[in-house]
């Protein structure tokens, strides 16, 4: 046998020990100050004040965390005094548990259940930090955010902050399969193992429940919509109740994908009619049982008649019928329904993207007041790019929460760098009425716009059992601005990228504006090798990776890619206008108006609302064909640029992250550049044209493309 | 909605904090020394000599190593010298890279390629400690030796360690995916990630080869013998060259599990007939390709007629032609052929049990010099308990490996604490003669009973991307407990417990003594909790972790539990002496004698060869049922006593490892009643009989047990 000792080719590279920076610690590392920081931290953190009574488990947990937080980044933990007797306390408690509190006269009044008061006060005469909040989950929420601005280093004698969450469910909805495996997952398999549930409980998830209550997440649907009944059985309770148990301290609810046929499925009952009366009772039932187990419950996700999953329409009922039953079940315990949006018929339509809207409109004012229905960002489906679901705004009468995907099932998986928080902002920021008077979609989702009961923000998991929780890196930023978005929708991108670059990469001003430079544009650099113009649904069927925009023969047509984008030798691009399928009509008639005509709709959106020919003249003056050319270059350009800004970055970041972050974005630019040759070479094909002058062919004929296959593409089912 | 704060019911008990002691450092921890012990370490590895020309990669790990293991211990690495100038060198090097070790004058000889010296030698009048090998290798095994000895508190001044492997080949087989699923594997998804590969390597790897370097493994076949041809294509062979330039600093040679029908899957033959010339071609072609990317690439591991996998037999042809042909193409290249002697025929058989004996004897002598028969060490499958496979010692002309399972497929998953070193000591000091003569396995398995060419000892790995590798702490020990024996057959399982214990968990003498303890009786113990005295495949169909005694209509009947417990109204066992099955000739004429006697027979395998009734009257006098329940309670009792045990570590243990073990001996004592009362309440539904006085009735209806279901059991296809 030869005796080969070289190391050279791919993996030579990558850093010689295993024990390095894994990102497990995520935003929460709590590394030593700079000395000077820390010197003057030091006498504003010298001893902690708390209730001296028996501490609550989620007092407990704060306590831990300041204790862990101040601990690592001032070198030891502050003391544990029972009165303010010197400078440099911190008090933190709630008026009802802490007297000093309520002496202090703090403008609580606003902050409701989870909200906190940070600030300087003088008590007894000396200089003390308060933490102050109605209720303990505020006072945890409210040490995070205070770790945060020390992290920062924007912690000092007069810091002052007041926040309280402007959405009142803030949840993550895992697509965790009950044997392991995360739909649409790509960082390992799921966190929660219900094998060794309940008697084991991985000391992971009290991390888990760590990190969301630090961005403020206050509930996790533990299970896949596409649900298996089973979950609703006594044996998985009992597992699900013991993850409830370890949240609590945290303020994490459990809640659980119902799958709507379960009562035929448990052998009980012959049908899951949801008026017929011996499945109301079996649902009551289901409730009862799942509350003596978990009492603080938070409730049901149903993703119900979508996809094949059952619902009332299989009865002949309607969606209303359905989430009320369940939510007549769940209503004297407290707990919500929360009923996804998401839903499309099966026979072929005119225009998939109008289905949701047409379908859920009719019900307004119908649901339960315990009933939140969950709409996707979009019409369509989590693509690159959409324009905001018609349904925000159009149902007064009715809870409606968002549902955001945080693991990136169309954006590249984990191995490309695309920060979503300028995704979220700019469906947060859009203006419904087109009247610049504020109606933004923040507006409904806040509950604010129709008085709403209950609010929701949602968002589809990308945490699995990953050392570093998402896969990437760069990934954890989605899972950080997402808890950031979900308590504030009216929060600023760039600013939430910018405080998570310092928690969990550095602090190093030029490192900090390179890092930020290459978040800011990520987005849009995706959306442009990917689906530049509002073209949408060009990926491959099934594992959604690579690009495949001559798909035409999947089973359903609307699965089609070609249905999408419509091109032909003419032209490209989908007319939801009057003249085409309509479906503009669907959003507010100045929205629509503007929607409507290719001039004044945004560029971003041309060819979602309009069927354009080729030779169409952009408002730059280019051709139509020659812009859509222009931005997939500029897609692959931007990811060349990221390469570029963070190969600067080797003495700034650790080796095993550095190396991570350099090893995806070759991946993604070897995958931007196949978007960008596949799908000129397919349109190319369609209209004969030739590549515009500069931007060069395909590097590979239209064949080589779509022979490509992505084998073992993880997170797709079957 | 409740406000719920109770912790209390399952999860309340786990540690507080996430970032505790999780396994993922194994038995490499290198945690400072007591500190008298340090001081005098400390005077004996002031400095390291090592070649001074550039250090080679595997040079380099060792330095790396060493450096991190005394600056661990000692805390601080020792500085790095040209040349020995004081008392306390440690010198590093073989002859032909270190003239001064030439000098010494050590007795490397008999030491081989992987063998090395540790002693204390003088130099230039100085007292140094020197590691020295004829090759690189040597010298990082014999610096993982020294670093374990220091670990032990058993280095001195006086320590002199000379050790080479017995065996030449010492791998891991992952029966892992290509999509990252382990087949029978209880730790997670793969450590392999091929979606990522080739451009990203997880860090982890190169602990992983660490581990494995540490024990003296040197090869690891990287996919699932039920193998996909994808394996062999070009992106596949990049993605696996990636982790041989990885491994290859650590002495791990890459294999990959070759599918036999590769060359018709691949699109480019129409028949994979190994005499078929353009077959042959092809076969040669795809060494070619591997070798050009991986120069020292270990070879093939062939999974052929076996449970549904292509093999020669489809073509009308022999195993040694299948494996002969495979063994031309890689014979240019220095790489084996791995055959396993797995097999079975899809047709009913008398005695499934003679199979693999009957199909394979016939070829002793036929295989090419660079094949390796691979024989599981019994005849069956892993079984908790089974005789010797009877193919050891009976093909002289042929070289013969052996298979043992490291993860537990039959033996509780993860959650169960069973340490395998007892099965294998026992597997390896078989006496295959009867005469005490010392021919034992472990001198097939070395190579030395027939001067084999090539020797073997093949693992099928336990190892997963769960944070501690193995899926529980003391899984980790049949890790390092297997490469310990396939280094020396003929070491002790209780002297390595003691090690391992050492090593990964305390050095306190209580705790080593009540763990050692643990251990020892814990094979015997979950024996008798599923299958005692020769009882065979008593668990359920599919998921094989549960009881199921009573199946009897599985596709094939030799996959029935009666099938083997032959159980009826009035015996039980399976009858294989001359007036059964007869498959007991298959033994040599000495040990066929010894187990066609129910009275010489180990009792521990009497109803693998016996079928004998209920009141068969045991050396004890007790009947052969109360025999039967005896051993059924022994189990639990057992798991119960392991569990007391345990329970006194608690100020002895870290506080994640202690819960976690805790938590899993809960579920294993759980899992022992329920496999106990489901086997008792069986059988006597079968004999009709009262549980004997002193044992308790089974818990529940045999009704229930046969209700029970394992939904999601990982590791289990389809």
Redesign the interface.
């Known amino acids: 046998?030869?005796?080969?000792?070289?190391?050279?080719?791919?993996?030579?590279e990558?850093?010689?020990?295993?024990?390095?920076e894994?990102g497990y610690?995520l935003w929460l590392r709590y590394r030593p100050l700079e000395p000077r920081y820390r010197a003057y931290c030091s006498l504003l953190l010298k001893y902690v004040v708390l209730p001296t009574v028996m501490l609550?488990?989620?007092l407990?947990?704060a306590r831990?965390e300041i204790n862990?937080g101040v601990g690592g980044m001032l070198g030891c933990a502050p003391s544990s005094e029972s009165a303010v007797s010197a400078d440099g306390g911190l008090l933190v408690g709630s008026p009802t548990t802490l007297p000093l509190v309520a002496s202090l006269d703090l403008p609580l009044d606003g902050l409701g259940r989870e909200g906190y008061i940070i600030c300087p006060v003088i008590v007894n005469g000396f200089a003390t930090t308060v933490i102050a909040a109605n209720?303990?989950i505020g006072l945890l929420y409210g040490a995070f955010a205070l770790l945060r601005a020390i992290q920062m280093g924007r912690f000092d004698a007069d810091t002052k902050i007041e926040s309280a969450p402007k959405s009142r469910l803030r949840l993550l909805n895992h697509w965790d399969n009950?044997?392991?495996w995360v739909e649409r997952g790509y960082a390992?398999?799921s966190i929660f193992n219900?094998?060794?549930l309940?008697?084991?409980?991985d000391?992971?998830?009290?991390?888990y429940a760590?990190a969301n209550a630090s961005i403020g997440i206050n509930g996790a649907v533990v299970n896949n919509v596409n649900a298996s009944s089973?979950s609703l059985t006594d044996p998985f309770l009992?597992k699900a109740?013991?993850?409830a148990?370890?949240f609590?301290?945290y303020g994490l609810r459990v809640y659980l994908s119902a799958k709507f046929s379960s009562p035929m499925e448990s052998g009980e009952l012959a049908t899951a009619d949801p008026c017929d009366a011996a499945v109301k009772a079996w649902w009551k039932q289901t409730a009862d049982r799942i509350y003596k187990l978990i009492?603080?419950f938070g409730g049901f996700l149903v993703k119900a008649n979508s996809e094949g999953q059952p619902g009332p329409q299989d009865f002949h009922r309607t969606h209303a019928d359905g989430a009320n039953m369940l939510a007549d079940a769940l209503e004297p315990?407290?707990?919500v329904v929360i009923w996804r949006a998401f839903v499309y018929s099966d026979d072929v339509p005119d225009d998939r993207v109008g289905q949701c809207y047409s379908e859920m409109i009719p019900f307004d004012g119908l649901f339960r007041k315990n009933v939140i229905l969950q709409v996707k960002n979009g019409p369509l489906d989590f693509q690159p790019r959409e324009p905001i679901n018609p349904l925000f705004g159009a149902m007064p009468e009715t809870n409606v929460g968002i549902e955001l995907q945080i693991t990136k099932e169309y954006l590249g998986f984990?191995?490309h760098l695309v920060y979503l928080g300028n995704l979220w902002q700019e469906v947060f920021s859009t203006d419904l009425d087109a009247r610049g008077c504020g109606n933004i979609v923040a507006r409904v989702i806040d509950g604010s716009m129709f008085a709403s009961r209950l609010s929701l923000v949602a968002g589809v998991a990308n945490v699995g059992?990953?050392?570093n929780w998402c896969g990437s890196t760069f990934d954890q930023a989605n899972w950080y601005s997402f808890g950031r978005f979900a308590w504030n929708p009216d929060c600023d991108a760039d600013e939430v990228a910018l405080e998570w670059i310092m928690l969990t990469l550095t602090n190093d001003p030029n490192g900090m504006r390179t890092i930020a430079d290459i978040m800011k544009m990520s987005y849009e650099t995706a959306v442009n090798y990917m689906a530049p113009l509002g073209l949408t649904h060009q990926m491959g069927t099934g594992h959604h990776h690579g690009p495949a925009p001559w798909i035409e023969d999947t089973g359903r047509s609307h699965w089609n890619p070609t249905y999408y984008n419509c091109a032909d030798a003419k032209g490209i691009g989908f007319d939801r206008t009057d003249a085409g399928s309509g479906t503009v009509r669907q959003y507010s008639a100045k929205l629509a108006r503007l929607y409507s005509s290719p001039y004044d709709v945004p560029e971003n959106l041309l060819l979602w609302f309009h069927h354009l020919s080729w030779g169409f003249v952009m408002p730059n003056g280019k051709t139509l064909w020659e812009e859509i050319v222009y931005h997939y270059d500029r897609g692959l350009r931007g990811v060349e640029r990221n390469r570029a800004l963070w190969s600067t970055l080797r003495d700034t970041i650790d080796p095993?992250r550095f190396?991570?972050v350099s090893?995806?974005l070759?991946?993604q630019a070897?995958d931007a550049q196949m978007w960008r040759d596949a799908c000129v070479a397919y349109f190319q094909s369609i209209n004969g044209l030739e590549t515009p002058e500069g931007s060069l062919r395909p590097t590979q004929s239209l064949e080589f493309y779509k022979a490509l296959t992505f084998?073992?593409?993880?997170g797709s089912p079957g």
Chains 1, 2 share one sequence.
């Open positions: 046998m030869p005796d080969a000792t070289s190391c050279d080719g791919p993996g030579s990558i850093p010689a020990t295993g024990f390095v894994d610690e609550s488990p989620i407990a947990a831990d862990r209720e303990e009950l044997d392991g390992g398999r219900w094998w060794e309940p008697e084991y409980l000391p992971r998830l009290v991390d760590r089973e009992e109740a013991a993850l148990n370890r609590r301290a009492p603080d315990w407290g707990g984990e191995t059992s990953a050392r095993a190396y991570e090893a995806f070759q991946i070897r084998r073992h593409a993880p």
